[in-house]
């Protein structure tokens, strides 16, 4: 028997009601970028998360009617979206990274960092993955790339830093969620100062990297994204600096250190001419990212 509106219309299926969604978010004339690319991406995910389906969802899952009851919580969810350009993934309290589903909420950046794809691929070829032992995740917001970095080597340690209580309370839960107490460890540390004299095979980290120009000009979704997070001084390398000063102090020998600093690309090489940064490429998009040797840090002191 199909589902009947008060109206005595049937309600809609789940496929009429992401085609409808999908075009009003497109004529919202949104900004997208915080873990989804299009209108669409957003419609799925508000529908999905009310109605709380799989993802991906069974083909018989689009055939679904929806309830008023639940047409009536997407809206409200519609209406936050548009209204406020809150990013999706802060009303669903969901996002996915490296392919693991983690808790996100105001209190830290939604992960969207390229560093996923070298996770999936155990930083090969920069490191061989049977030697890495010790991993450190630096500023690591909601946990996501300690917690992606712990299940992709079952056999390392990961301690996952950060200066704000807020942001280590986030990574906290995802830790737990994903079983993960044993090896990882949050910490709170301001870059390297709380670590004391730890030494890691891989430090890891997307530090703010925005400077303060840029900072004015981001679209408004960003103003709901703690600025902690983003803001990296007038060239955007504040954070930077920091890390290429100390990081070799805390690599083993052989050890690499990745980092992002997204648009601050250029500034970082004209501040760094001598350093041999590796600036690597993706598949699923995005930049700004380098890889350098302890070795290579060494040499350059």
């Known amino acids: 028997m199909r589902q009947l509106s008060h109206s005595g219309q049937a309600n809609p299926t789940v496929e009429q009601l992401l085609v409808r969604s999908t075009r009003r978010l497109s004529r919202a004339r949104l900004h997208y970028g915080h873990g989804t690319e299009r209108a669409r991406d957003d419609a799925a995910a508000l529908l999905w998360h ?67 794809e070298l996770i999936e691929r155990r930083f090969e070829p ?15 917001g909601s946990g996501c790339i300690a917690v992606a970095c712990a299940r992709a080597f079952p056999r390392a340690r990961v301690d ?45 980290s997307n530090p703010p990297y925005v400077a303060r120009r840029q900072l004015r000009g981001l679209p408004a979704e960003y103003r709901h994204e703690p600025r902690l997070a983003l803001a990296a001084g007038e ?48 598949e699923r998009g995005g930049g700004g990212v380098f890889v350098i040797e302890r070795e290579q840090l060494l040499q350059r002191k």
């Open 126 to 140: 920069w490191i061989e993955r049977a030697r890495v032992r010790r991993i450190l995740d630096l500023g690591t």
């Open 160 to 204: 996952a830093a950060d200066l704000s209580d807020d942001a280590l309370a986030v990574a906290h839960i995802n830790i737990r969620r994903h079983r993960l107490s044993a090896r990882v460890r949050a910490v709170k540390s301001d870059h390297f100062a709380g670590l004391s004299a730890a030494s890691y095979d891989i430090i890891v």
């Open 235 to 282: 060239d955007g390398l504040d954070s930077a600096r920091i890390i290429l000063r100390d990081a070799a102090a805390h690599l083993n020998p052989g050890g690499i250190l990745i980092v992002e600093v997204g648009n601050s690309e250029r500034a970082l090489q004209r501040a760094y001419p001598r350093l041999p940064f590796t600036w690597l490429a993706f």
């Open 50 to 116: 009310v109605m709380r389906l799989p993802w991906p969802a069974p083909a018989a899952a689009y055939r679904r009617r929806v309830s008023a009851t639940a047409r009536a919580a997407l809206e409200r969810l519609l209406q936050q979206r548009i209204r406020e350009r809150m990013p999706v993934a802060y009303l669903t309290r969901r996002c996915w990274f490296a392919g693991l589903p983690l808790y996100v909420d105001q209190r830290v950046l939604i992960p969207r960092s390229p560093i996923a």
